[in-house]
């Protein structure tokens, strides 16, 4: 039904690496491959059978869970318009309590309409959030009030983006900033 390939890690593995905890659920134990070093990305992918018999509505959802004292975290999903992704892999992270247990990867089929966006468009959409709080701020600093409108100079756009250009080029951070 799928496969996947760890990069740099592993040739590719099919569904038989992965143990059915479901009906519609499989797991994959990383410790179980035996890898040198923890993969930093996943390439998920359907095969064609796959892709043909995936009921409409329905997705092919990815998780990985970094340590077995983590929650699991929402990848993306595979479909019939998007039959293979890479993935970047979370890492433990700088939890106040060690990692405890291995990695898993978890695929599960489930209903397309309830999943949430993938990380990728919810971090651009905090990114485009942040930089549109710091276009309202700037205008805000010039702006005269005339019956309940904000009232700006017409080239408020030019200025906050040759100001916005200047601060990243000084400070390479800065465009980070804008990232939760």
Known sequence: ???IVFPDHTFPLDATAFAQVAPNSWLLDLSSLALATA???AVVLLLP?????LP?????????????N????FL???????PSASFPLPEAGDEPEPAVGPAKLGVAVEDAAVLPPPPDEQRAER???????????????FCGADG????????????????FQERAKKDPAYLKSFDF
């Open 1 to 3: 039904m799928f496969g």
């Open 39 to 41: 993969p930093r990305s």
């Open 49 to 53: 059978a796959a892709v043909a018999a």
């Open 56 to 68: 409409p509505g329905k997705a092919v959802a990815v998780y990985f869970q970094a340590a077995t």
């Open 70 to 73: 983590r929650p699991f975290a």
């Open 76 to 82: 993306g999903a595979l479909g019939p318009t998007r």
């Open 127 to 141: 990114v485009a959030l942040r930089v549109g709080e710091n276009l309202f701020n700037f205008m805000q600093s």
């Open 148 to 163: 309940g409108k904000l009232v700006v100079p017409t080239d408020i756009l030019d200025r906050w983006f040759r100001k």
